[in-house]
């Protein structure tokens, strides 16, 4: 039995909507989910409930002797809550009613059973004889590409994944910037299947998210499956045979071709850097870099130091190095929307984690009440509204309330420095660019007497600095672009040659567009994870359309196994069906609002990365391949 004073200390830390539901599992009494104590959530908050602390002492109270009773015998002898119950449930831990269409969606995503549709399904001993026959390609070993192992691993397909790195990770092995860390919660940022009871932070800096990575690859022993600093040069479908042949280039110039009957590409939208076209980039005389390329051996102690840009990297790693700096110029386009989010740097309480360890079905729960709040929950406050008149500043009622809050936790922090006021609260809707978690140490950094925020346009680099529109030249002696990534140039640096030799990129002519954001008319059995459209803005982890897109990818392998097809190429109608739907959507939210520019669109104005609709639709359309949806290309009879 736990000691008294430490399940005292864990349950003082407890998120108490979630434990309460966990009581209902250890007892089978739906009764602890009382309208009474049903929480009212302060928006982006550590998940405060509103409840006055005689009714929260009540609650640790009674939860502590069931805890203290369930730790003696270990058994759940209580039978698994009902559709009803766990309907219940739900409303309250997400401290409203959820709509009942998203009933069999969370229940999936909750896995009360320990399995979900997520899960392979090959069972059937001629359906698995099929797909050992099979191989599959997967390009990249970050969070994606670890995925898709183990899922084809699970499913018995043989596999290989190519990492041009030496070691897995992906953007969490390459970004190792000051400062650096997830701006999703952790405990939603992680594989549903996998989660990590003992995350150091509610948002964890980069070395402990490689850690769960390259503790994830060795689980399931993923390495014996990589070849590491290798490069695919390019891909070509070999139409007599229907395989991939797939042209490698390793570290030491040595090339290799290898066959696959399918490939999957999971190199993510935000790794390659983009250096800004400004004149003079490249004639800085001192050591000049990109955040996502960090020169650890450049000391910036007592440097003066320009930094371009203030996107969701500077904004984490300005505030790292403006205290060494002896001067920090930091040059702003416009600023980046903080969401108050107090805890982002946050340290986990030690009884949290042995809540989530310990209590069965807490760590579910708790999950479900950042999944819910912070994803489906919060997107409708970056809705449009059909018709809107009210200020350009936002696109609806919603968005404007959201707005008036962000804006005043802003304000809040630059009482002391009103010159800075004017240029640090956007004047774009907020969901228009990706928003960043903010705790005011941004805020604090540029009020710091060090450091300077410039928001003239810049003309020029010089050896010595930087030369904005008024004509001053900023000399420096570190430059640092914090100026993002080239994301809408998908599969950039990979050259995909399909049916009737086309290029992929002929093809897109700079405006990629996929069905479901994985697959393209004329390239059979290739498939894209993080590809056109699968982006989120406000709703969630990436983690979750990643999870999404490997079912569906398992799936068409399965599809493929179980038709005895040796091809599968989405249908020119059905992608097109889908792409209209997707672009007419895209309008209707803030990141698509006419008068705001952003990566999220491409240059020809469309919205090529983001996801126009709920969480709840990637997951339904992607349960399975619709084999409707597809030109299935069978093996030749054999000629007698």
């Known amino acids: 039995m736990a000691e008294d004073a430490e399940l005292d200390r864990a349950l003082e830390s407890a998120h108490l909507p979630a434990l309460l539901a966990a009581m209902v599992h250890i007892t089978g009494d739906a009764n602890w989910v009382r309208p009474e104590w049903t929480p009212l959530y302060v928006p982006l908050s550590r998940g405060e409930t509103g409840l006055s602390d005689e009714v929260q002492a009540e609650i640790r109270a009674k939860a502590k002797a069931v805890i203290q009773a369930y730790l003696a015998d270990g058994e759940i002898a209580a039978p698994a809550p009902d559709h009803r119950t766990l309907r219940r449930m739900m409303d309250f831990v997400g401290g409203m009613p959820v709509p009942e269409e998203y009933a069999d969606f969370l229940t999936d995503e909750l896995a009360i059973s320990g399995k979900s549709s997520k899960d392979p399904q090959f069972e059937q001993p001629k359906l698995k004889d099929a797909a050992r026959k099979l191989k599959v390609l997967v390009i990249g070993a970050g969070m994606s590409g670890l995925l898709a192992g183990i899922r084809l691993s699970q499913a018995g397909v043989p596999f290989e994944i190519v990492e041009a790195n030496a070691d897995v990770g992906g953007t969490w092995l390459v970004n190792t910037y000051p400062g650096c860390r997830v701006d999703n919660a952790n405990h939603m940022y992680s594989y549903s299947f996998e989660p990590n009871h003992g995350w150091p932070q509610h948002f964890s800096p980069q070395p402990e998210l490689l850690k769960y990575f390259q503790g994830i690859a060795a689980k399931y022993d993923l390495k014996t499956h990589v070849r590491f600093e290798t490069r695919v040069e390019s891909l070509t479908w070999d139409e007599a045979k229907s395989v991939w042949r797939v042209d490698l280039r390793r570290k030491d110039g040595s090339a290799e071709t290898v066959e696959a009957n399918a490939v999957v590409t999971a190199v993510g939208q935000l790794n390659k850097p983009r250096i800004p076209a400004i004149e003079g980039v490249g004639t800085f005389e001192g050591p000049a870099f990109h955040s996502a390329q960090w020169r650890h051996d450049v000391d910036l102690t007592g440097k003066r130091i320009a930094v371009i840009g203030t996107g969701a990297s500077a904004y984490q790693f300005v505030p790292e190095i403006a205290p060494k700096a002896a001067h920090l110029t930091v040059f702003q386009r416009s600023p980046p929307w903080g969401l108050p989010v107090p805890h982002y740097h946050e340290d986990v309480p030690e009884g949290m984690k042995w809540l989530l360890d310990r209590v069965p079905y807490y760590d579910k729960w708790y999950r479900f009440w950042l999944f819910w709040t912070t994803t489906e929950g919060f997107l409708p406050m970056v809705k449009a509204d059909p018709g809107w008149n009210g200020p350009p500043t936002a696109v609806g009622e919603a968005n404007l309330g959201l707005r008036e809050m962000a804006a005043a936790a802003l304000a809040a922090q630059v009482e002391d420095r009103p010159d800075l006021l004017p240029n640090v609260v956007p004047t774009y809707p907020l969901g228009g660019k990706r928003a960043v978690l903010d705790n005011g140490v941004w805020l604090g950094a540029l009020k710091r007497p060090n450091v300077d925020l410039v928001t003239q346009a810049i003309t020029k680099i010089t050896p010595k600095g930087v030369v904005t529109a008024d004509g001053v030249e900023h000399e420096v002696d570190v430059l640092i672009y914090g100026t993002g990534f080239t994301a809408s140039k998908f599969l950039s640096g990979l050259k995909v040659t399909g049916r009737g030799g086309r290029e992929l990129h002929d093809v897109w002519a700079g405006d990629a567009r996929a069905y479901l954001g994985m697959t393209t008319p004329g390239f059979p059995n290739f498939f894209m994870i993080y590809g056109p459209n699968t982006n989120i803005v406000v709703n969630g982890s990436i983690i979750f359309f990643s999870e999404c897109s490997v079912r569906y990818i398992v799936g068409a392998v399965r599809l493929l196994a179980e038709t005895g097809a040796r091809a599968m190429e989405v249908k020119q109608g059905v992608h097109d ?64």
């Open 577 to 640: 069906a889908f792409n209209i739907r997707v672009d007419e959507a895209n309008k209707g939210w803030a990141w698509g609002s006419a008068n705001v520019t952003s990566w999220y669109k491409n240059e020809f104005g469309r919205v090529s990365q983001n996801w126009p609709f709920g969480l709840i639709d990637y997951w339904r359309a992607t349960l399975a391949p619709n084999p409707e949806d597809f030109v299935l290309t069978r093996q030749p009879e054999p000629v007698i």
